[in-house]
């Protein structure tokens, strides 16, 4: 954040121009903010937090952040803070806020230390978004009807796809000789290597279709999906004024998994977050260690998996277009076949995996994977796990 870098240590020299400075942000951010101590006590807040928490600013100082947020009974305890911040610049955290009418939000957490007063270094800024979550009780209903639609609509892409590349040997066949015959007619040949580029596209278009409808066989793995992941993600944003957040435990467990169609699922996720953010903002991206109970709204096998949450900044999706993204042809872009995220959601159902979406209109997008981890690496137990019943 760019109040942090004004506010190092080495420049402490103008240390009353700082805190000036960072108050009037803190004041007037459209972001809900609090300062506590390292054991959770909270020092101010702000109009927008006391908005978000219907809480007063006055009913909020000195109150303990621990009555307001509601992790899970086997989460890693949050404070003290510096516990945890000994080795990184932020700290993140998704779980509930208790309003003051008694309602739980869900909501993440970003947590980053401040240094505005030498007296005081053990400040930290709690920085507080609603989080998107996708209602729990469509996930079956909703995962079923895709599963069903892609089966069927796979079938009829599959017989396409073998019917369209049949006649695709033959026109490249028959372009390759009109070329050769026309070799000292340079307004010819370049019409024919027109039509050849065209061909290359329309063969992109069956590959695509080939993917969806089969995907090929599996070439499994052991893939350490964070750096994957990575690369993939800054090589698809290379070029913009979007930078990338992503944040991993040390120990994110291994995944069994076909790399080459996990890049492509990345890189179409990445490519829609690009798009929807107008080539600026930042894309976080978030991976943990997952335990699913045998009874989940997922509807995914009981397990242990890595969850990935993909959160841009973008325009959103409008409610009635939400249901449908995940549909082959479905696309409100122009210039788009609308093959991408159904041909994500084929890739990771046929990786046993979960993916959904979730968003609001202005508000960005969200979208969550579940991948299957390779049992053996996850004999040792994570220090970062959260278990979704």
Request: charged content about 20%; glycine content about 6%; aromatic content about 6%.
């Amino acid at each position: 954040m760019s109040f942090i870098e004004q506010t190092r240590p080495e420049q402490s020299h103008r240390p009353h121009q700082s805190k000036t400075f960072y108050n009037e942000y803190f004041k007037t951010s459209r972001d809900a903010l609090l300062l506590v101590s390292d054991h959770g006590t909270i020092l101010k807040s702000n109009k927008r937090f006391s908005r978000l928490s219907l809480y007063s600013t006055i009913e909020l100082a000195d109150k303990s952040v621990d009555t307001l947020f509601c992790p899970p009974d086997d989460a890693t305890p949050l404070f003290p803070l510096h516990r945890h911040m000994l080795s990184r610049p932020l700290l993140t955290q998704t779980t509930l806020m208790r309003q003051k009418t008694g309602t739980q939000t869900p909501i993440e957490i970003f947590i980053c230390p401040v240094h505005l007063d030498g007296d005081n270094p053990a400040t930290y800024q709690v920085l507080v978004k609603k989080r998107l979550t996708p209602p729990l009780n469509n996930f079956s209903r909703q995962t079923g009807r895709n599963a069903q639609w892609l089966r069927s609509i796979g079938a009829l892409a599959g017989g396409i796809a073998h019917n369209f590349n049949n006649i695709m040997t033959s026109l490249y066949g028959n372009i390759t000789l009109a070329k050769l015959e026309t070799r000292d007619k340079p307004k010819a040949l370049a019409y024919l290597q027109k039509a050849e580029s065209s061909m290359e596209q329309a063969a992109r278009l069956t590959r695509q279709l080939l993917t969806f409808a089969t995907g090929g066989s599996l070439l499994k793995e052991h893939v350490n999906i964070e750096p994957l992941i990575r690369n993939i993600a800054t090589l698809n944003l290379a070029g913009s004024d979007i930078e990338l957040n992503l944040l991993s435990p040390k120990d994110l467990w291994q995944i069994h998994a076909d790399r080459k169609q996990l890049e492509q699922v990345v890189a179409n996720i990445v490519v829609n977050a690009r798009q929807a953010m107008n080539e600026k903002g930042t894309l976080f991206i978030e991976l943990e260690n997952c335990r699913l109970l045998k009874e989940n709204p997922l509807s995914t096998a009981k397990g242990n998996y890595i969850k990935v949450v993909f959160r841009d900044q973008g325009c959103g999706i409008p409610e009635k277009n939400l249901d449908r993204i995940f549909d082959p042809y479905y696309t409100t872009k122009q210039d788009c076949c609308g093959m991408g995220l159904s041909i994500c959601y084929a890739i990771i159902s046929r990786h046993n995996g979960h993916i959904s979406a979730a968003s609001q209109t202005g508000g960005g997008t969200v979208i969550t994977m579940y991948l299957p981890v390779q049992a053996r690496s996850c004999t040792k137990k994570a220090s970062s796990l959260s278990f979704l019943p």
